[in-house]
């Protein structure tokens, strides 16, 4: 009996110890593990505790200083993230400005047959609005008399361009009826937010240019017919 009182008594001891151990030791250890997890997942403002042996708690000191140097990073990154953003949507604004108020026809249109923004000077030359031509369909449609065709098929393939492209001379149809004549070149813009590519395109009007050309050779024509005359005639 003393024998099996003696081993019962050694086996109690030894699940003391082993529990004693396992909350002096391995406890602290998984408690750092599980705070590991947590800072993984983006919650740097958790810390370790001090607990355990001496080199468990140097362990716990050593790793809180690395979650405040990863904290502080972290925040710095923030910080400039946020920096830059507010500078970008700046320049974005300052860009939209800039183009609104233009006096040169520029448009801004994306690969879905958006029309995103039209320049006052696109109104002032054209006569249409962006209410007018919400799309490149409506555009084509009022200015070339057609939402599809030659004309669409060549704007569509201006989103595969990758640096700025002479379009020529197109002959454009103005809201009040008139024809006007547009030298347009077409500039990509890269993709926005939602990974749709962008192109802006710019016109000058030369029609009154194109007009007082064709003026000049009429009269030239006259001049060498009348010269032509007096020749004969003497």
Known sequence: ISLILLSILMILVA???SSWFT??????LEKISAVTKII???DYSIRAQHEGPSEIRQLATTFNEMADSIQASYAQLE??????TAELRKSEAQFKRAVIHSPIPIMIHDEDDNILQISKGWTEHSGYTLKDIPT?????EKAYGSSTGREKEYINKLFEIDETVEEGEWTITAKDGSKRIWDFKTTPLGKNARGRRLVQSMAIDI???KHAEEEKQQIEVHLRQQQKLESIGT
Do not use: A, C
């Not at 909350?23 to 602290?28: A, D, G, I, M, Q």
């Not at 490149?136 to 084509?140: E, L, N, V």
């Open 15 to 17: 699940l003391g110890i």
């Open 136 to 140: 490149m369909s409506d555009w084509t």
């Open 79 to 84: 910080q400039k993230i946020d920096i830059r």
């Open 23 to 28: 909350n002096w030791l391995v406890s602290p």
């Open 40 to 42: 993984q997942v983006g």
């Open 207 to 209: 029609t009154e240019r």
